[in-house]
């Protein structure tokens, strides 16, 4: 039995730490990828000594990401990516069987998310791991002595990259990151059939709503919102979709799904889900016609897709109607029920995503941390997509792991593919 590192945490409740213990077992059992990868790290050491800092939601997929980076011989804290997402018991046990220092306590005010975030960067890291680049942004604008010690960092989420790209571009951004989510057997995965399946996951936990025969408008058709849109569609939904990008609204209507502008479908919406990544996607605008009971909630990364100061003011009275969801009572006598408080509905409400699509996503982030240990002085400070052969391997792993088999291309056909002359 570990010992407890009781005074560096600060999480809800240490007595909480079995019931989280069981939890992250049970995600272990299903992310076979992650754990051969752990055996691996456990044998060479490749992370040893070497300080971490993870911002990640606290779930227990993390807490086996964590694990296994600790096993590495990684020095690590962990510090949660969102007020809303850590799941308590899971913060605890880690903290007190694994050792690992956590910072993450669930519904915690913005003051104390972001002290919880300075903490993790008082360990001074040297890799930081981030989901939605709040650990970076805050090392580079208030803790910018500690950045000489950083040699690279790795980042879960579009949001996130985007953000990082944004501070590349204007020279703020200081040491090479990793975009883990731009690896194909992240985003194809984790975006599309996680962020889907966990999506609604939590609308049904906080609503106990029955999804068929519903209008589900979803805005944004991206890795997301199509597998949103997509086990929508399997539950009965008569689905909706927004878009500002031609190309994606063209595969949606192709994908049998109606797109049309937000200021109409807000009319007949039964249920809203936002997952741009862009702010103000719902607004006062079409709060203003949304018919009596409709449901909104975002799963986008920050809690700006849908403005909820300007719902606030159309209200006369906002109370709770059932845990993670709010009534919001209009002049004109119409409730409109807001979910989560706007944040990512899948990790409010829900669990975040199953086990073993983020046995994916972060095996990617184990074997990018080993990789920029590696090659990290040969790196400039830019973002980095990950290594080709780290997504084709995390593919042939877990294809193994589920017992399918693929076919090999014979020499004559390799040879085919790659000259130009042949069946002419
Ligand atoms: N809930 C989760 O667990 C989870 C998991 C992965 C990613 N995310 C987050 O979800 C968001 C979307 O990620 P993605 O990978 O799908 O991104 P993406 O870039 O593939 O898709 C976003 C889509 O939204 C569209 N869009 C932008 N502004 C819009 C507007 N005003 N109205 C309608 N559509 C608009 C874009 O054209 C694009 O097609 C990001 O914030 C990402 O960080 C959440």
Same mark, same amino acid.
Request: aromatic share 6%; charged share 25%; net charge negative.
């Given at each position: 039995m570990e010992t407890a590192n009781k005074l560096a945490s600060d999480v809800r409740d240490l007595a909480l730490a079995e019931r989280g213990k069981r939890k992250i077992e049970w995600a272990n059992q299903h992310m076979p990828v992650l754990q051969l990868i752990r055996k691996q790290f456990i044998k060479e050491q490749p992370l040893k000594g070497i300080r971490m800092s993870a911002c990640l939601h606290v779930t227990s997929e993390t807490a086996n990401l964590a694990i296994t980076l600790r096993d590495g011989g990684a020095d690590l804290v962990v510090c949660a990516s969102n007020p809303l997402s850590t799941q308590d018991e899971v913060a605890a046990s880690l903290a007190k069987d694994y050792n690992i220092p956590t910072f993450a306590i669930k519904g915690e005010d913005n003051e104390t998310y972001y002290n919880h975030i300075?903490?993790?960067?008082?360990? +001074?890291? +040297?890799?930081?791991?981030?989901?939605?680049? !709040?650990?970076?942004? +805050?090392?580079?604008?208030?803790?910018?002595?500690?950045?000489?010690?950083?040699?690279?960092?790795?980042?879960?989420?579009?949001?996130?990259?985007?953000?990082?790209?944004?501070?590349?571009?204007?020279?703020?951004?200081?040491?090479?990151?990793?975009?883990? @989510?731009?690896?194909?057997?992240?985003?194809?995965? !984790?975006?599309?059939?996680?962020?889907?399946?966990s999506t609604l996951d939590g609308i049904l936990r906080a609503t106990n709503l029955l999804i068929a025969g519903l209008k589900v408008v979803i805005a944004g058709y991206g890795w997301c919102g199509r597998g949103v849109a997509m086990r929508a569609k399997g539950l009965g939904a008569d689905v909706i979709v927004t878009e500002v990008n031609p190309v994606r609204a063209l595969e949606a209507t192709m994908d049998g799904f109606r797109v049309m502008p937000m200021a109409d479908a807000a009319k007949i919406g039964d249920i809203f889900i936002t997952v741009t990544g862009n702010k103000s996607v719902l607004a006062a605008e079409h709060f203003e016609h949304m018919k009596n009971g409709a449901v909104m909630c975002n799963s986008g990364h920050f809690n700006v897709e849908i403005d909820i100061s300007a719902l606030e003011k159309i209200a006369i009275a906002r109370k709770p109607a059932?845990?993670?969801?709010?009534?919001?009572?209009?002049?004109?006598?119409?409730?409109?029920?807001?979910?989560?408080?706007?944040?990512?509905? @899948?990790?409010?409400?829900?669990?975040?995503?199953?086990?073993?699509?983020?046995?994916?996503?972060?095996?990617? +982030?184990?074997?990018?941390?080993?990789?920029?240990?590696?090659?990290?002085?040969?790196?400039?400070? =830019?973002?980095?997509?990950?290594?080709?052969?780290?997504?084709? =391997?995390?593919?042939?792993?877990?294809?193994?792991?589920?017992?399918?088999?693929?076919?090999?291309?014979?020499?004559?056909?390799?040879?085919?593919?790659?000259?130009?002359?042949?069946?002419?």
């Open positions: 300075t903490a993790a960067l008082d360990h +001074q890291p +040297q890799i930081t791991l981030d989901d939605g680049a !709040d650990l970076v942004t +805050q090392l580079l604008t208030k803790k910018k002595d500690y950045v000489r010690h950083v040699i690279g960092g790795t980042e879960e989420t579009t949001t996130g990259v985007i953000r990082l790209r944004a501070m590349a571009k204007d020279g703020t951004l200081k040491y090479p990151i990793i975009a883990v @989510n731009d690896a194909l057997t992240k985003h194809l995965f !984790d975006n599309r059939y996680g962020t889907g399946q059932r845990p993670f969801v709010d009534e919001f009572a209009t002049k004109d006598g119409r409730k409109l029920y807001l979910l989560g408080d706007g944040r990512l509905i @899948n990790l409010a409400a829900a669990e975040g995503h199953p086990a073993s699509v983020m046995d994916m996503s972060f095996a990617n +982030q184990a074997l990018s941390v080993e990789y920029l240990i590696k090659h990290a002085s040969e790196l400039q400070p =830019q973002v980095y997509p990950v290594p080709e052969p780290i997504d084709r =391997q995390i593919a042939k792993l877990k294809l193994e792991s589920m017992h399918v088999q693929v076919d090999k291309l014979t020499a004559d056909q390799e040879h085919y593919l790659a000259s130009w002359d042949e069946g002419t």
